[in-house]
């Protein structure tokens, strides 16, 4: 049987497998949690470093058993004029912590006819960073 998980308890630090490392903080008696984002992956803009650093804000819903959250998150890119979005779900399968995530980035184009290329939807899975 799965290990019953208490949403205050996914606090803390996360790396996917691409390097870039999230920062979550859940408040206890809320389904909002917030956190930072630092992504080592993604376009270099010519004022921006390859390093991007930015706050997240989500929710989560943890109603039914075994209590394995699913959530979802949001960043803005303000250095770079895209936003992505996260939505997945926290499993401790035997003390191995993951999220397994699907994610959909949405980057500013200049006009209609270029808004094809402006959408790209991918998987990322955190793993915890040890304590």
């Not at 790396?15 to 917030?34: R, Y």
């Not at 804000?57 to 039914?64: A, E, I, R, S, T």
Request: glycine content about 8%; hydrophobic content about 35%.
């Amino acid at each position: 049987m799965a290990k019953v998980t208490k949403i205050t308890d996914l606090s803390g630090d996360w790396k996917n497998e691409l390097g870039s490392l999230m920062t979550l903080k859940f408040e206890p008696n809320s389904s909002a949690f917030s956190g930072t984002y630092r992504s080592y992956v993604g376009e270099v803009h010519p004022n921006v470093t390859k390093e991007l650093y930015e706050p997240l804000v989500g929710f989560y819903n943890n109603l039914k058993e075994p209590q394995m959250p699913t959530i979802a998150f949001c960043i803005s890119w303000g250095s770079v004029g895209s936003c992505t979005a996260f939505t997945g779900q926290y499993f401790n399968d035997n003390g191995k912590e993951v999220i397994k995530s699907t994610w959909i980035l949405r980057s500013s184009e200049p006009s209609l006819v270029d808004d094809w290329e402006g959408t790209r939807v991918g998987t990322n899975t955190f793993c915890r960073v040890a304590k």
